[in-house]
């Protein structure tokens, strides 16, 4: 099927579209129009010229002195030097209205083939907002003067504490003054499957869609990515890398409510609870006795809990892969990458044993996570105390899980 996409603004959190990107790429998705508001309409222009690999480059090397000019103040000079330096780039700031981005214009010019652009087979739409005239605008490149297509990228990225940017006369501010997500303007243009990029953070407006008759695939980033201008190389890796997992998500290539877990046909660990299991899980938290009030309180608990680590009616299923995030979580599990049901499961076992050791790897906060945990978890093959699940049940529910796991791993 083919996709239009529309890319959020938000400043350096837009290494998050790169990691989505890829993953679009991989999945042989057909890109057919994208729009973009300020960072979004710089990767939208990417996108559009198919220069993933320099995009990335660039996103992974991007630092302040690439987005605008400034001089660093040195740790070795004089107080009375800093001063003057500080000084001198505040007049210049006031002067010219805001910080000078001429870095930025000079990376964009060296970046974008203009003629490349217009022949692209994508249609670029650039969304800002004109202060001349008071109104949004938004321009394809074949709406756009010759010449003039990094003006208006630069103008939809035009961030209050940027200098002003100004054509034919006219002064625009960041599109994400009017429209921070700009799908209104695809479905204005006759497109009806849409792939919208959210950038949860992004400063700006968010406008009601129009028409509720179009497919539209939403994908925001499931954690923090940092600052509207965080310059931070590690960080921008880490939002590619989450912007991969989150958008393969979508599109049901993993699963899970907050890990990533790759689908199996025949999940060797992970599959739906047994007639038995579900019966001795029940048997222990009523005490035989399931239709006392307690009984119902407490599987109301255990119930409620584990909803909210599915998009679905609870079932056996997903109750198995629901409890296996919680005890993921409670062990501090690295999250930012896949795993299989396997793989996810042993490392769960195996932090689970170091724990009740004392042997934690560096990774994890060793005795924080030693003191609070070691006293709550099942030592041997006993069923956790079930008073726990009313006071602690996202810990009950860690210890039902390891409870199945090892007879589960037993048979094996």
Not at 151 to 160: E, F, K, R, T
Not at 273 to 279: C, I, P, S, V, Y
């Amino acid at each position: 099927m083919k996709y239009a996409l529309a890319l959020a603004g938000g400043g350096t959190k837009g290494s998050y579209q790169i990691g989505v990107w890829k993953a679009l790429r991989e999945l042989g998705i057909e890109i057919t129009a994208v729009s973009g508001t300020s960072i979004g309409a710089i990767n939208g222009a990417a996108i559009a010229l198919g220069e993933y690999e320099k995009a990335r480059r660039i996103w992974e090397n991007l630092d302040y002195s690439m987005v605008f000019d400034y001089t660093k103040i040195k740790s070795g000079q004089e107080l009375h030097e800093k001063y003057e330096s500080i000084k001198e780039q505040l007049k210049d700031i006031a002067k010219k209205r805001g910080l000078d981005i001429t870095p930025l214009r000079k990376l964009l010019n060296d970046a974008i083939d203009e003629e490349k652009l217009r022949s692209s087979p994508i249609d670029l739409i650039i969304a800002t907002v004109s202060l001349s005239e008071f109104k949004p605008v938004y321009k394809s490149t074949s709406e756009i003067p010759r010449g003039q297509v990094v003006d208006y990228i630069l103008a939809s990225a035009a961030l209050p504490i940027f200098e002003r940017i100004k054509i034919d006369g006219n002064t625009y501010l960041d599109g994400g003054a009017y429209d921070l997500l700009p799908i209104n303007t695809l479905i204005a243009r006759g497109h009806r499957n849409i792939i919208a990029v959210d950038l949860a953070g992004g400063m700006g407006i968010k406008r009601r869609i129009k028409d509720k008759n179009v497919n539209i695939i939403s994908i925001k980033n499931s954690e923090t990515i940092g600052g509207i201008l965080e310059f931070d190389p590690r960080l921008a890796r880490a939002n590619v890398r989450l912007g991969y997992l989150d958008a393969m998500k979508a599109f049901g290539k993993n699963y899970g409510k907050r890990y990533y877990i790759v689908d199996s046909d025949r999940p060797k660990y992970m599959y739906a609870l047994t007639h038995d299991e579900m019966k001795l899980i029940f048997d222990e938290i009523t005490n035989e006795k399931p239709k006392s009030e307690k009984s119902r309180i407490m599987l109301k608990h255990l119930f409620r809990t584990l909803r909210k680590y599915t998009d679905e009616s609870l079932n056996p299923e997903n109750a198995v892969i629901a409890a296996a995030e919680i005890a993921a979580e409670t062990f501090e599990i690295k999250r930012v990458r896949e795993y299989s049901d396997e793989a996810l499961v042993k490392k769960i076992m195996k932090t689970h044993r170091s724990v009740m050791k004392g042997i934690i790897s560096e990774t994890h906060r060793i005795d924080r996570l030693k003191i609070r945990l070691s006293s709550l978890l099942i030592k041997d093959d006993e069923f956790p105390g079930v008073l726990l699940l009313m006071t602690l049940p996202k810990i009950f529910i860690t210890n039902i899980f390891i409870f199945i796991m090892k007879k589960r791993m037993a048979k094996q």
